[in-house]
């Protein structure tokens, strides 16, 4: 089994940054894609950016591209979301997240596309006002 444990979040003026981490336990020599997901209420959950354990490919959705950062250390099974230039459109529950195997940019766009379970952590609240 996998556990995310997410930290980081908060409220913070628009304009301004944050810094979200996701540490993963128990089996994880298995994972090799990483990422973090949003989900504003009353929409659907959607793919903010994306990498890989190996290469460190990454792959970013179009609203945060130029903005947010995506990093890994594959040996300590760590990933982390810098988030700069913050908007209101980004208040979110943003949920950090681990599979076996993916393409990045179909993960990206869904997370059923994918191989193995799904891996998610907790949740941790974004709010830009």
């Known amino acids: 089994q996998v556990q995310l444990v997410e930290s980081g979040g908060g409220l913070v003026q628009p304009g301004g940054s944050l810094n979200l981490s996701c540490a993963a336990t128990g089996k994880t020599n298995v994972l090799n894609c990483m990422g973090w997901f949003r989900q504003a209420p009353g929409r659907e959950r959607e793919g903010v950016a994306v990498?890989?354990?190996?290469?460190?490919?990454?792959e970013y959705a179009d609203s945060v591209k130029g903005r947010f950062i995506i990093s890994r250390d594959s040996f300590k099974m760590t990933w982390s979301l810098q988030m700069n230039n913050l908007k209101p459109e980004d208040t979110a529950m943003y949920y950090c997240?681990?599979?076996?195997?993916?393409?990045?940019?179909?993960?990206?766009?869904?997370?059923?596309?994918?191989?193995?379970?799904?891996?998610w952590g907790q949740g941790t609240q974004v709010t830009v006002s």
């Open positions: 990498i890989t354990r190996i290469h460190g490919g990454t």
């Open positions: 997240a681990a599979v076996t195997g993916c393409s990045l940019t179909p993960w990206l766009r869904d997370p059923g596309n994918r191989s193995g379970p799904m891996n």
